[in-house]
């Protein structure tokens, strides 16, 4: 051990010394120094940011790549659609297209060396290759190893294939299903925890696809760029990868470590840059028949924004840095951020709790369009279940032949089935008789503001009709119209407010359907962040309040409603369960 | 479409769909007693004399009224774990255990309402609502039948969470409407006679009492 630290020192003063006298990086007999301080600054992080400091005064890599003639870029040669090789032997891909527009920008030739996951990293820290585009995770602890240019040009996560006959499109229809999964990945349990899902894990992935083919499960859970690449089979044809990814895993081209800072750099991150706002990568995606993500569209998105002067809202900062809304926001530290985004930040890193309903700026977005979905749904319910209420107690009341058997029918039915079934069966039921009749697609929140409406309606109509029976028994020639409708609503306010409640408690069921409020919202947040104690309590924290702010103004509107002269009586109707 | 291949569907499946709708009765059963049992000695003490017990009891009605039980199915799903060790031995929580105790939630705050104003009564010489209490009871149950069938949405496999599963086999998207109005159907013709009788039973509960009293 002595030995090799003292070596340590050696290595690192040489290294310093040959710094300041800018020798080349690779070549000539500088090299091996380099070489060894390289490594050991792997070893030791501190070391890093020491050796880092004098790459400034270094030749640039960008020079020997110019004054070589050749950009040297590895790519995986194992990965079907991203990098593999074709029958004529050349590295074709994603990737490859990716290495050749670099070369282009250059203006050299361009060398592809084909790597796999397991040398990648060699390969670069030994010089063979200047660039590293191969299908390689954005993480903390290689952000330490390598050089990560932001920012990411794809991402990869999970997904499912399914079968032709398969009507699955939303990861909540997997709850509590049996799917098949390959034993050994790093997202099983993850998922399993995240989505309920029932695993069964087997040895191989032909097993497990076995096992989807012959229906021992609904779908098969993997990584959703390998599942792209079966799906090219003629052996799959017609099966699919119906979902939309989670568990996203950012992707990033990487230099040596000793690029850090370099014009290297900078060029590739503005290729990259340039590649997401131009679509050049969401064509090369479109290219090689991988199905389009979420991650290429919502990057495009971002990078083509502007801020209030016209300029792109992601353009390098006086430091070289582009701001922290477009970096990945997953590696961003508390120093790197301001206002909500730093308050976010903080939390986490002191407390451990991890709320990125603050600090991400897409899940935060996703949020709050959840909070007003939800209010809404609850501003639907709460005037439609009231108007309903009274439309129906009225056709109650006029004993018209036919119309008032009808409406007492329908009411029957709605209090007596479960809300959920009657989402189910306007929404799948009259809802795809629609699209294949009209071509019209109905709207999920419509559909639930429609049938939670006329679910608390029945519970309403029936609540007042009983209150006008009352007066009727007492006041001779009563009937309900909208003149005596305040004296009914007077005695029956009780049950109307706690139905009224009720249905906002239970505006939740949308989520069923998939609109995205506030449960869906905080399920998805949950599963691609793993925070599920954190967002259920903050989902159950909102949803108190929203409860809480309805009852106050339930409150408000009865005070105001109520005249002092008449005696309350509150009509003994049993409490619903949402 | 052919109203004898849905019939025939509707028939073949019709045993695998009652077996779902037995797990909505479990369901609501276990909720009730757990709520029921909770919900009493939540009861006793709104009924105290002591204002250190009864202001405990009042705090916790109104929580158990004002929490979502959609909500917090999702809640427990999630955070409650799927097995626990008790006394050294590993007892699984399956998912129909959380909806059960999810629903319970709701009965806690029923049973402490009316089962309070039963003390009362009870306490000054009036038995009638003690009387009242069981057809309410038994209304509340079929109001958490019903609502039991949210328990699919966590994947219990429950009637609902079966006539999905069934759909898929199918396949037909015409069959789709059927399998869910059956469904429905099966909740129906449970809940709406039983709701039916209980309301004949309490106006005949009422009357005799009415009429013991006054004569």
Redesign the interface.
């Known amino acids: 051990m002595p030995e090799t630290r003292s070596g340590l020192l050696r290595a690192f003063a040489t290294g310093r010394s040959h710094d300041s006298a800018g020798g080349a990086v690779r070549a000539g007999p500088t090299g091996r120094c380099r070489r060894l301080l390289a490594r050991l600054a792997l070893l030791v992080p501190a070391l890093l940011a020491a050796g880092a400091v004098p790459a400034a005064a270094q030749v640039d890599p960008i020079d020997n790549i110019q004054r070589r003639g050749t950009l040297v870029v590895g790519v995986k040669n194992d990965y079907p659609l991203f990098g593999s090789v074709n029958p004529a032997g050349q590295l074709v891909g994603l990737e490859p297209d990716l290495a050749a527009d670099l070369a282009r920008r250059l203006n050299v030739s361009l060398t592809l060396v084909g790597v796999t996951s397991a040398n990648r990293f060699q390969r670069l820290q030994d010089g063979t290759i200047d660039v590293m585009i191969a299908t390689l995770g954005d993480t903390e602890q290689r952000r330490k190893i390598v050089t990560i240019v932001e920012p990411n040009y794809y991402a990869s996560g999970v997904n499912v294939m399914t079968p032709p006959?398969?009507?699955?499109r939303e990861w909540?229809?997997l709850?509590?299903?049996r799917v098949c999964a390959t034993q050994g990945t790093y997202f099983n349990r993850l998922m399993a925890e995240r989505y309920?899902l029932?695993l069964q894990n087997y040895n191989s992935n032909r097993d497990a696809r076995l096992a989807l083919k012959d229906g021992r499960c609904?779908a098969w859970l993997y990584d959703d760029t390998a599942i792209a690449g079966d799906l090219q089979d003629a052996e799959w044809a017609g099966w699919r990868m119906p979902l939309q990814s989670v568990l996203l895993t950012p992707w990033a081209v990487a230099l040596h470590p000793d690029a850090r800072g370099s014009r290297l750099e900078r060029l590739v991150g503005d290729a990259v840059a340039d590649w997401h706002r131009t679509g050049f990568l969401i064509d090369a995606e479109r290219k090689w028949n991988i199905p389009p993500g979420v991650f290429l569209q919502r990057t495009r998105d971002l990078w083509s924004e502007t801020d209030g002067t016209g300029q792109p809202l992601c353009r390098r900062q006086a430091n070289g840095q582009w701001p922290e809304v477009c970096r990945n926001q997953a590696l961003l530290a508390s120093n790197d951020a301001s206002g909500v985004l730093r308050i976010g930040l903080v939390i986490k890193e002191r407390t451990g709790l991890d709320l990125s309903v603050l600090y991400d700026r897409y899940d935060r977005n996703v949020f709050l369009f959840a909070v007003l979905q939800s209010l809404a749904l609850i501003a639907a319910c709460l005037v439609g279940g009231f108007a309903s209420g009274v439309v129906g107690a009225i056709l109650l009341d006029r004993r018209i032949p036919v119309v008032t058997h009808l409406a007492s029918a329908a009411i029957?039915?709605t209090r007596?089935?479960?809300?959920?079934?009657?989402i189910?069966?306007v929404f799948?039921?009259?809802g795809?008789?629609v699209i294949?009749h009209w071509g019209l697609s109905v709207d999920g929140a419509i559909v639930a503001a429609i049938c939670l409406s006329f679910y608390a309606g029945a519970g309403n109509a029936v609540a007042i009709n009983e209150a006008s029976e009352f007066l009727r028994a007492r006041i001779p020639d009563f009937r309900l119209s909208l003149a005596t409708l305040p004296q009914a609503l007077r005695l029956s306010q009780g049950s109307i407010v706690s139905t009224l409640v009720n249905i906002?408690?239970?505006t939740?069921?949308a989520?069923?359907i998939a609109v995205p409020e506030?449960?869906s919202a905080?399920?998805y947040v949950?599963a691609e962040r793993g925070n599920?104690?954190v967002m259920?309590n903050v989902?159950?924290v909102v949803?108190?309040l929203l409860?809480?702010a309805v009852?106050r103004l339930l409150d408000r509107l009865q005070k105001w409603f109520a005249s002092p002269e008449r005696e309350v009586r509150p009509l003994a109707v049993?409490?619903?369960?949402? | 479409m052919d109203i004898r291949e849905i019939f025939v569907e509707l028939r073949t499946w019709t045993p695998y769909l009652a077996g779902g709708f037995l797990w909505n009765i479990i369901i609501s059963f276990v909720s009730m007693t757990i709520g029921t049992l909770i919900g009493a000695v939540i009861a006793f003490m709104r009924a105290s004399d002591e204002w250190i017990v009864r202001r405990p009891g009042n705090v916790l009605t109104e929580f158990s009224r004002?929490?979502?039980?959609?909500?917090?199915l999702?809640?427990l799903?999630?955070?409650l774990p799927s097995e626990v060790a008790v006394f050294g031995t590993v007892l699984p929580v399956p998912?129909w255990v959380k909806a059960s105790l999810a629903?319970s939630i709701?009965?806690v705050?029923?049973v402490s309402?009316n089962l309070s104003i039963v003390i009362r009564d009870w306490r000054a010489g009036r038995r009638e609502s003690a009387v009242l209490f069981l057809p309410?009871w038994t209304?509340?149950f079929l109001?958490?039948v019903?609502?039991s069938?949210?328990a699919?949405?966590?994947?219990?496999?429950e009637i609902?969470?079966r006539a999905?599963t069934v759909?898929?086999a199918i396949?037909k998207?015409h069959m789709?409407?059927w399998i869910?109005?059956y469904?429905?159907t099966w909740?129906?013709c449970f809940?709406?006679p039983l709701?039916l009788a209980m309301n004949y039973l309490k106006e005949q509960m009422k009357r005799r009492l009415w009429v013991a009293q006054t004569s």
């Open positions: 006959s398969s009507r699955i909540s229809e709850r509590g299903q309920l029932d609904v029957a039915v007596m089935t479960p809300p959920l079934l009657q189910y069966v799948f039921g009259v795809s008789f294949a906002v408690k239970a939740g069921m989520s069923a506030l449960i905080s399920t949950m599920a104690s259920m989902l159950m949803y108190l409860v809480l009852v049993p409490r619903r369960a949402t | 004002g929490v979502p039980t959609f909500v917090f999702f809640y799903a999630y955070l998912s629903l709701a009965v705050g029923f309402d309410s209304t509340y109001i958490i019903m609502s069938s949210t699919s949405v966590i994947g219990v496999s609902v969470s999905n759909i898929g396949n998207d789709m409407i869910y109005l469904a429905m909740f129906f809940c709406y709701t």
